[in-house]
């Protein structure tokens, strides 16, 4: 158990449809980053969130946003899906904002498949 | 345009022998390089890492050897053990440049056989 938590584990929807995905950092991390690994895909970086706040983006699509609430946890909400959007969405956190060498511990991920 | 790239999509290996595992990268702004390892149905787990400064991190079985020049690396494993199979992924990041998120290149699949 890496201590970074990801809900739901799988998730199947339709075209169209939203869906949230949640994330609980390790206990202390104060960073979360979002990651997309599609088929035969390196981890692509989504979004970074650094104590609430937005630090860098990725390629995030307009259609998906992110946030990170007060008690740190992170939502990712991907909405107007698409086939494409079909992947494993990970979660992962570290104790710094992003500076520096930076080690990231990497939640179980979140499987999405879009029908 | 793939900033990290892992060439070989799948290595095989005997038990016992060494795995050397490629990682080449184009972005000289990157200085701080990791290794992680990937099982079905888990997350990435960090295995080792290396900063520009040096050329050689070694931790128990797994070795990370940086070539800056060919802007190249790799991962040694000796002797590889039937637990090693697992997808490796190499990662890097440039710590100068702000906030810069870590880079992933695709991912090798390591296969050690028994």
């Known amino acids: 158990d890496s201590g970074v938590t990801q809900t739901p584990k799988h998730l199947i929807t339709a075209t169209g449809q939203r869906v949230t995905l949640r994330c609980s950092p390790r206990?202390?991390?104060?960073?979360v980053y979002w990651y997309q690994q599609s088929l035969d895909q390196g981890l692509q970086f989504l979004i970074h969130y650094y104590n609430g706040e937005e630090r860098a983006k990725g390629n995030i699509l307009e259609r998906f946003s992110a946030q990170q609430f007060p008690d740190l946890h992170s939502e990712l909400n991907l909405s107007s899906l698409e086939l494409g959007d079909s992947a494993l969405y990970f979660c992962?956190?570290?104790?710094?904002?992003?500076?520096?060498?930076?080690?990231?511990?990497f939640g179980a991920g979140s499987r999405l498949t879009v029908l | 345009d793939q900033q990290v790239k892992q060439n070989s999509p799948s290595l095989s290996v005997q038990e016992g022998r060494i795995s050397i595992l490629n990682c080449d990268y184009t972005n000289s702004m990157f200085d701080y390089f990791l290794w992680y390892k990937k099982y079905p149905a888990e997350g990435p787990t960090f295995l080792i890492s290396i900063s520009s400064i040096k050329d050689k991190n070694e931790d128990g079985r797994f070795t990370v050897f940086l070539n800056k020049s060919a802007k190249h690396l790799s991962l040694h494993i000796v002797p590889s053990q039937p637990g090693d199979s697992a997808v490796y992924f190499c990662a890097a990041s440039s710590t100068n440049s702000g906030n810069t998120p870590l880079v992933f290149g695709k991912g090798t699949r390591l296969s050690v056989i028994a």
């Open positions: 992962a956190s570290s104790v710094g904002g992003g500076y520096g060498a930076n080690v990231l511990t």
């Open positions: 206990s202390g991390d104060l960073s």
